[in-house]
């Protein structure tokens, strides 16, 4: 039997991406090693999200990266997944940023901003001058969007008032405009709302046991007045809310295997350093069975992304295809990081070792973007031709 000697890859996996593939995903590798890991520890403990490394993120084109034009970096989609997947070796928190502002907030004005929309925002948010979020979810309309209180109001000149809450939203503290999804008279419409405008307040939601190094907020909206432009002209429906959550759904299913790779490398480590009854831990038969169980997963979770992305660099993706890759990987990498966290024993529970902060963040990331459950009534009703939804 040949080996790569890579025990995380097992299959040589990496035979299946280019050399320029290769190339970036060690860019971002290296960004994640130098900027992240050393300071990680710090800002989950104090629930801190490195606002200073945005600027940084855009120099390196990690913003709106597989989007074209408007000064956005138009990378593949499989670049733009071993991306999310490096950013989630370091914390998913960061991931989360880059989703947020690249695949939802980016996403939803270069799908259907109009072209003085998309040339007022999209270079800056590249760069990372301009953040945004995005305000789907409601204090009670999680995973069923389309009960949202949040309405639109058009007034007889053509200016819009919003009124409403939203919660979960990443980044909105901190974020220069929101994307605000909210019910008119001619259905869900979206909004690009400017978060200094009046009657616009975002909370973060704290104290949290997961994602600690990222923001989580509530959002309220009173009476918020926006002008006719501020509409999202070719968005109608929630079909468009649901095709950004595509690209984020997308995104995370490569982002769960780094946290998920990060954290069989730690246990892997730690196995064949920590000695005891008289020999390393990686010694015993069950430590083995944890870990080949562990790199089996990984393997497995790899090929379902690297196969959904080359679908969607051909532009044949079905969104249906998402939800395994988001169903199966972040089920799969949270009991990876779970498992880790065992083979680390008492010491798996201090911040000096990943898994544990890795699980906890899992926590977040099989519950937004689609639940465990909506995802698996996404797949039995494309298996069966039935919805269980209701
Ligand atoms: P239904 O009401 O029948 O469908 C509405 C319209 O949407 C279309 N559609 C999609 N289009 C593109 N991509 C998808 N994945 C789509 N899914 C549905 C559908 O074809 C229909 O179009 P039309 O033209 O016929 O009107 O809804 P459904 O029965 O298909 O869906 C039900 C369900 C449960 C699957 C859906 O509601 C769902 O996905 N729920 C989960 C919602 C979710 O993921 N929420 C998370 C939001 S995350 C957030 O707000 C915070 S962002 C993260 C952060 O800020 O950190």
Known sequence: MTTTGNPSDLLDLDGLFSDSEREFRDTVRDFVDARIRPNIAEWYENAVFPVDLVPEMGELGLLGMHLEGYGCPGRSAVEYGLAALELEAGDS???????????????????FGSEEQ????????????????????EPTAGSDPSSMATTAHRSADGSWTLTGTKRWIGLASIADIAIIWASTAEGIRGFIVPT??????????????????????????????????????????????????????????????????????????????????D?????????????????????????????????????????????????????????????????????????????????????????YEGTDEVHTLILGRHITGEQAFR
């Open 279 to 367: 020999k390393p831990l990686a010694g015993y038969q069950l430590s083995q069975e944890k870990l080949v169980d562990m790199a089996l997963e990984i393997q497995k979770g790899i090929l379902i992304a690297e196969r959904t992305g080359r679908l969607k660099d051909a532009g044949t993706l079905d969104p249906v295809q998402i939800s395994v890759g988001k169903l199966n990987n972040c089920r799969e990498a949270i009991a990876i990081c779970r498992e880790a966290r065992t083979m680390l024993g008492g010491n798996g529970i201090t911040l000096e070792h990943s898994p544990l902060r890795h699980a906890n963040n899992l926590e977040s990331v099989r519950t």
């Open 196 to 277: 200094d405008s009046a009657g616009f307040s975002a909370t973060p939601i704290e104290p949290k046991l997961s994602m600690r190094a990222s923001i989580q907020c509530d959002i309220t909206l009173d009476e918020v007045r926006l002008p006719a432009e501020a509409i999202l002209p070719d968005a109608a429906g929630l079909k468009g809310p649901f095709s950004c959550l595509n690209e984020a759904r997308y995104g995370i299913m490569w982002g769960a295997m780094g946290a998920a790779r990060d954290s069989f490398e730690v246990a892997l480590r730690y196995s064949q350093e920590r000695m005891q009854f």
């Open 118 to 137: 998309k040339t007022t925002y999209l270079p800056g948010m590249a760069k990372g001058e301009i953040i945004g979020c995005f305000g789907l979810t």
């Open 93 to 111: 928190g960061i991931r989360t940023f880059v989703s947020v502002q690249g695949s939802l907030a980016m996403s939803a004005i270069h799908k």
